[in-house]
């Protein structure tokens, strides 16, 4: 039994490793059409363009999540007693959820954006009935009830190992300095609770909508739908990065020969987060309907301000730990690090957004996706693939071949240039979510396409060539 | 094994059960089943003596077919603040544009008083002018016989609960009754003009 | 232990007639929130304590149908979720054979929930509750936000008063529950058997 803990990553996470790798190669493909539709360079129609935002939009989201608990799962079952079955049962109703969602949107023609605001579904105006709506909010719903079941099932063993999640969370260590937890399963316990209930609100607001599609009588108040949807969305999307990042904490290690120990700030730090995602985010939303601005303000700073407490350290010991140590570089170490210097210039424009005067300039503009794909496509994505790299060299060290150190630095090149170009687009005021734009604007365009295509091709050949090394032993075995 | 066959038997089950109570998932609340019931069955206008606002008495069904006229019927009480008032204006709007259309012939208005201990001839009448209603397009009744208002109420689908200030709360609806004194559809009391085209103008 | 065996019962059954008096009966259900937030608790209650008069060697042959709660549970859910749609709610009022079905399978309801917590391991019990506590929350919301009358037999006023109380109850739950993960109570021996 004691064995299997040692031994490298078991089936249920190369499967999950390697269906992340090979979706998000898929939308980063679905992205690069569109900015290129965008530029003007393909020919595609505007309805198709929000088919495949909407696709890229729920699809990137949600291979995040996935990709970020395989991480997880991966690494926390080495302090707990994981049961697989409970990962098999989640992917099991994320594909389905998958199915419901496709299906919705390119056999349905839903196309109202991932967030699917209400009361946006429910009025296709011929682009798509009321059946693909449902079909794409209850293949989401599935997805979330997989998730609860994984969290659930993570909740159960680090209760059953630490007693509670008190002492998960390293509270007691705070007062008497003994018997820290790991790093990662102070992560694991922040991210179970706070997508329990992201996901719980997310079904509320889900199953409120399904039945609002099919009695129209009943009407939801849309400031309070929006902010339900942007609680379980923001807290979702930020969870990502929290599941991603135990990568470093445990992977980075092995490389400096240095151990990543907890410190009380560390400890700090995420009950912090912890605190300020469970706080402040539901008070922003039982506040009155009629929102007043400071609020909707507040909400903001602190939506994308939340990740700072747990960032700030992570980036410290991160610098302390490679600081002078033999690190041993590989295409695994190399992405890990510029993974947490991609998370960290994300929350640069993410402050600067959440600041009031700008706020209200940038707020509908390409700045918006510019930020987010900033810290997502170079910390969690660029986290994700570091493990799925380390997964497929067995967990070792490995060499650092030409080839992969010229698409190590296309990749973190081009995928910074292609965050700043949207910045750049944010900041001429092109919008977003338009498919057609200016011609003013069409070069931001064509630029960024460019440097999409170089993360596109990149990301293919690090993920096609882990993905050989994920297959490999598994035929062998 | 034997508890994956009880739960799966649970859930067959209870979505039987939903299933039915909601009518193959289309409907959640009870006034959703009733107009959806209407317009499946459509039930006959019952044979009940009613009293109009100038004290006469009819025979509902028997009327309907003698005026030989669509009927736009809704269910009030003279004391309400609320509903009443909505449904009131909207049979307003739906005589003007009678008027202008020249429909008189073909449909006619007919709001009928649940309360008749309070709503006797005189006090409609006295409720009729103040809406300002022509008594050849809008006719205002009660039943003359209150122990048979329940069953008016049910074949119309309108439940009515006196609420705790000596008012009634009720559901608001406008049914329409073919000439052949059938039931034929509910609608809401603003949905009711392209029903007007859609029911008179194809003739 | 023998004191409570039959003290659970005989509770059970003197609370269950006295909902089923008539008067008791039109008084609760005449008031949507006594309906949903007070009848429907009573009820449930009324069956956990029936249920505690079983004996072991019943139990023990239910349990073979039960495993770790799975089948009470999604039986408990399945029931309140359908009494809180509106339509059967307003049926129970006008037809009696619907109220004495929303009798039965409360009762049984109250007596699975008190067959299967025991046995229900967090997993069972968070699906449980992450079935039940937003299915709450969302016909709660429904009540408070409707512009029209959900159910024919209530009022306005009732509605809202339904509403509100549903949604603060199932936020206290959903409170309760996630601070029970802090201090979980020492039960070393239930995690244990849950593993097997
Ligand atoms: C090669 C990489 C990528 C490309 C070329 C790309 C491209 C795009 C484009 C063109 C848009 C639409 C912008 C607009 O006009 O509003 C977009 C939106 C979006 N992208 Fe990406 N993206 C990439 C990677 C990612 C990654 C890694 C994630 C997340 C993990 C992500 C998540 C999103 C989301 C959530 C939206 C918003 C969709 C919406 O507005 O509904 N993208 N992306
Ligand atoms: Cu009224």
């Known amino acids: 039994m004691n064995m299997q803990k040692e031994m490298p990553a078991v089936g249920a996470v190369k499967v999950y490793a390697a269906i992340s790798g090979v979706v998000i190669l898929l939308m980063m493909v679905f992205g690069l059409v569109m900015r290129m539709t965008q530029g003007q360079m393909l020919p595609i129609e505007p309805n198709v363009f929000y088919q495949l935002m909407t696709a890229h939009g729920i699809g990137m989201v949600a291979i995040a999540g996935l990709g970020g608990s395989a991480v997880m799962w991966h690494f926390l079952g ?6 697989a079955g409970f990962a098999w049962a989640n992917l099991a109703f994320f594909l389905t959820g998958v199915v419901l969602v496709l299906g919705g949107i390119f056999l349905g023609g839903f196309a109202a954006a991932w967030t699917f605001l ?3 579904p429910a009025n296709g105006m011929g682009q798509w009935g009321k059946h693909a709506a449902a079909a794409y909010m209850g293949g989401v719903l599935l997805v979330g009830v997989g998730m609860l079941l994984f969290y659930l099932e993570s909740a159960r063993a680090i209760i059953q190992k630490y007693g509670s999640f008190a002492r998960a969370l390293g509270w007691h260590f705070l007062k008497s300095g003994q018997d820290a937890p790991p790093a990662t399963v102070i ?17 509320v607001i889900l199953t409120m909508m399904l039945v609002n599609l099919y009695v129209p009588e009943i009407a939801i108040h849309p400031l309070l739908a929006k902010n339900l949807i942007f609680l379980f969305g923001h807290v979702f999307i930020n969870s990502t990065i929290y599941m991603a990042v135990i990568a470093v904490y445990e992977i980075l290690p092995k490389y400096t020969g240095r151990p990543w120990n907890v410190y009380k700030p560390f400890v700090w730090a995420w009950s912090a987060t912890c605190l300020m995602v469970l706080t402040v985010y539901p ?10 601005l400071w609020m909707h303000i507040m909400g903001q700073i602190v939506s994308y301000t939340s990740s700072l407490p747990v960032l700030a350290l992570t980036l410290t010991a991160t610098l302390g730990s490679i600081y002078r140590s033999n690190i041993k570089w590989d295409l695994t170490s190399a992405l890990l690090v510029l993974s947490i210097f991609g998370w960290s210039a994300g929350v640069i424009p993410a402050v600067i957004d959440g600041t009031i005067a700008v706020n209200q300039v940038m707020h509908n503009t390409l700045w918006v996706p510019g930020h987010f794909h900033l810290y997502l496509l170079l910390g969690c994505v660029t986290m994700i693939l570091a493990f799925t790299n380390w997964i497929a060299n067995k967990e070792k060290a490995a060499g ?14 081009s995928a910074f240039a292609y965050a700043l170009m949207f910045l750049l687009s944010g900041q001429a005021s092109v919008p977003r979510r338009w498919a057609v734009h200016l011609p003013e604007w069409l070069a931001y365009s064509q630029i960024a396409s460019l440097f999409a295509a170089g993360v596109v091709i990149s990301a293919m050949a690090i993920i096609v060539r882990a993905m050989g090394g994920i297959i490999r032993p598994a035929r062998q075995a | 094994m034997r508890t994956a066959a009880a739960s799966v038997i649970f859930l067959v089950l209870g979505i039987w059960a939903t299933c039915a109570i909601t009518g193959g998932f289309e409907l959640l609340t009870t006034e959703q089943a009733r107009r959806l019931d209407i317009s499946r069955k459509q039930p006959a206008v019952p044979e009940i003596r009613l009293i109009d606002q100038s004290g006469q008495a009819f025979h509902f069904g028997a009327w309907v077919r003698e005026e030989n006229k669509f009927l736009i019927v809704d269910f009030i009480y003279t004391n309400c603040q609320s509903l009443c008032r909505a449904l009131g204006s909207e049979f307003q709007q739906l005589q003007q544009r009678i008027v202008e259309r020249g429909l008189q012939s073909r449909v006619h208005l007919l709001s009928v008083s649940f309360d008749p201990a309070h709503d006797n001839p005189a006090v409609l009448q006295q409720y009729a002018g103040h809406m300002q209603a022509m008594p050849d397009v809008w006719t205002f009744a009660t039943v003359g016989d209150a122990r048979e208002l329940d069953a008016l109420l049910r074949t119309f689908g309108v439940t009515v609960i ?4 000596g008012g009634f709360q009720h559901n608001a609806a406008l049914i329409w009754v073919a000439p052949s004194g059938k039931l034929v559809r509910v609608t809401d009391f603003d949905s009711s003009d392209s ?9 | 232990m023998n004191g409570t065996r039959k003290a659970g019962p005989r509770a059970g059954l003197i609370l269950l007639l006295v909902l089923a008096i008539p008067a008791v009966r039109s008084m609760m259900e005449g008031d949507m929130a006594l309906h949903m937030l007070l009848q429907f608790p009573l009820l449930l209650l009324a069956g956990w304590l029936l249920t505690q008069g079983l004996t072991e060697q019943t139990r023990a042959e239910l349990r073979k149908w039960n495993h770790a709660g799975i089948a009470g549970l999604l039986m408990a859910s399945l029931v309140l979720m359908f009494w809180m749609i509106p339509r059967a709610l307003d049926m129970a009022l006008s037809d009696s054979t619907v109220e004495l079905l929303k009798f039965i399978t409360l009762l049984m309801a109250g007596a699975t929930l008190e067959l299967s917590w025991q046995s229900a391991g967090l997993i069972v019990r968070g699906f449980f509750l992450g079935n039940v506590l937003p299915m709450m929350m969302v016909v709660g919301w429904l009540y408070v936000e409707a512009p029209v009358r959900i159910c024919s037999a209530y009022l306005t006023d009732d509605q ?37």
């Open chain 1, 118 to 120: 209400y009361p946006l």
């Open chain 2, 162 to 165: 006196p609420d705790r200030m």
């Open chain 1, 187 to 203: 992560a694991s316990t922040v991210v179970t609770l706070i997508n329990i209930i992201a996901i719980l609100i997310g079904a």
């Open chain 1, 78 to 83: 080495k302090y707990v007693n994981l049961r």
């Open chain 1, 283 to 292: 008070h922003h939303l039982l506040m009155d309907y009629a929102q007043p």
């Open chain 2, 195 to 203: 029903l007007l085209d859609e029911l008179t103008g194809s003739n």
């Open chain 3, 160 to 196: 809202l008063r339904a509403g509100s109380g549903l949604l603060a109850l199932a936020i206290a739950g959903s409170v309760v529950w996630l601070l029970a993960f802090f201090c979980p109570p020492i039960r070393s021996k239930e995690i244990h058997d849950e593993n097997q």
């Open chain 1, 400 to 413: 650092f071949s030409g080839l992969e150190k010229s698409m190590l630095w296309v990749f973190a090149i």
